[in-house]
């Protein structure tokens, strides 16, 4: 069989999120940063998003990731995240999926039972410790870029919830902060469909009525994500609560997802719940957790930060050469609106 394009892909998740690596078949991808390759990518090679991660080939809950070689002398490899309607500068979980393939498959040479790691993400760079055992890598520890908190308890009208009290937090992504049990959420698996749909209405109107814009670079995205809160407690010294980030077009995050719990962290700190050094344990809707920790403080141009390190494994599933048929209809994919909200 002839095929136009073949693309070399491992299937992995992270605490039940979804991170396929491409490992192979994009080629060359102009660029100096990330950041600079993330842009060629979004604007001339769309359709390996699309190929990978639309339908027939792909889900609504799918993500995915290209490894390629950084030009940044202290990066060991770079990489580019892919999502469902956008290139994100920044994800826990894929980071999480891409440090583990790249350790497990042998591309980097792993260590144990400790490997160290810099990655470069379109974010900038991500310093990783790998705990590995047998050939494992058991958990994979990112110190993510700051951050930051843009707007504290702002008020927005949500049509048909009418006010609503949010927090607009940047750990990666941006994020609409909103308690949980304001809405009414438990944040039981039972109300995934009405926190997707409640989420996305919430961000829309974050989006249309408070302005953001990342001081250190304007290009990256602004509020694109929900995150419903669960209440703090303590437990055995440390803190603990859960979680539920809704990632665009509208379905809930699996793990208690890296940006949205970094997010957490700057918002806890800027509320004065939680201390440099102090720990999160971050739970997910579908019980898999995040641990989390301010590492440290710093500013991010007029913004106090937080320098956040979220801790989780990840699991390869699967390997996989994914071809396209030069005569197959669905070139780049397509989406339903049952599932995906929309179509294309």
């Known amino acids: 069989m002839r095929f136009?394009?073949?693309?070399?892909?491992?299937?992995?998740?992270?605490?039940?999120?979804?991170?396929?690596?491409?490992?192979?078949?994009?080629?060359?991808?102009?660029?100096?940063?990330?950041?600079?390759?993330?842009?060629?990518?979004?604007?001339?090679?769309?359709?390996?998003?699309?190929?990978?991660?639309?339908?027939?080939?792909?889900?609504v809950w799918h993500n995915a990731n290209i490894v390629l070689p950084s030009n940044h002398p202290d990066a060991d490899m770079g990489y580019v995240i892919l999502e469902s309607t956008e290139y994100p500068a920044m994800s826990g979980s894929n980071t999480m999926c891409v440090a583990t393939v790249l350790l497990e498959t042998g591309i980097l040479p792993m260590r144990e039972p400790v490997t160290n790691l810099i990655l470069e993400s379109p974010a900038g760079l991500i310093r990783v410790r790998c705990e590995c055992s047998d050939g494992k890598v058991t958990s994979v520890r990112l110190v993510n870029q700051p951050a930051?908190?843009?707007?504290?308890?702002?008020?927005?009208?949500?049509?048909?919830l009418g006010t609503v009290r949010v927090d607009i937090v940047y750990g990666g992504m941006?994020?609409?902060?909103?308690?949980?049990?304001?809405?009414?959420?438990?944040?039981?698996?039972?109300?995934?469909?009405?926190?997707?749909?409640?989420?996305?209405?919430?961000?829309?109107?974050?989006?249309e009525q408070l302005a953001v814009e990342h001081p250190e670079n304007p290009e990256i995205p602004g509020i694109t994500n929900t995150q419903f809160m669960a209440p703090l407690r303590r437990e055995n010294g440390q803190l603990v609560a859960k979680n539920c980030v809704v990632v665009s077009p509208g379905r809930c995050d699996r793990s208690p997802c890296g940006t949205g719990s970094s997010a957490r962290l700057a918002l806890l700190h800027a509320r004065g719940v939680m201390k440099e050094g102090e720990t999160l344990i971050h739970q997910s809707i579908t019980g898999s957790k995040f641990t989390c920790t301010i590492d440290g403080l710093a500013k991010v141009g007029r913004y106090d930060a937080v320098i956040p390190a979220i801790a989780g494994q990840a699991w390869i599933s699967g390997f996989y050469q994914m071809g396209?048929?030069?005569?197959?209809?669905?070139?780049?994919?397509?989406?339903?609106?049952?599932?995906?909200?929309a179509t294309v």
């Open 174 to 207: 941006t994020y609409t902060m909103v308690e949980a049990a304001d809405l009414g959420f438990a944040i039981d698996p039972s109300e995934a469909r009405d926190l997707c749909e409640v989420g996305q209405m919430l961000k829309a109107a974050a989006a």
């Open 4 to 59: 136009k394009k073949v693309l070399s892909v491992v299937d992995c998740h992270a605490e039940g999120e979804s991170g396929k690596v491409i490992v192979g078949g994009v080629g060359q991808v102009p660029g100096k940063t990330m950041f600079d390759k993330k842009l060629h990518l979004e604007a001339h090679m769309d359709d390996i998003r699309k190929m990978v991660l639309f339908e027939p080939r792909g889900a």
């Open 148 to 160: 930051f908190c843009y707007h504290r308890d702002s008020n927005i009208e949500v049509p048909g």
């Open 324 to 341: 396209m048929d030069p005569t197959d209809p669905y070139q780049t994919g397509f989406t339903v609106a049952d599932t995906w909200m």
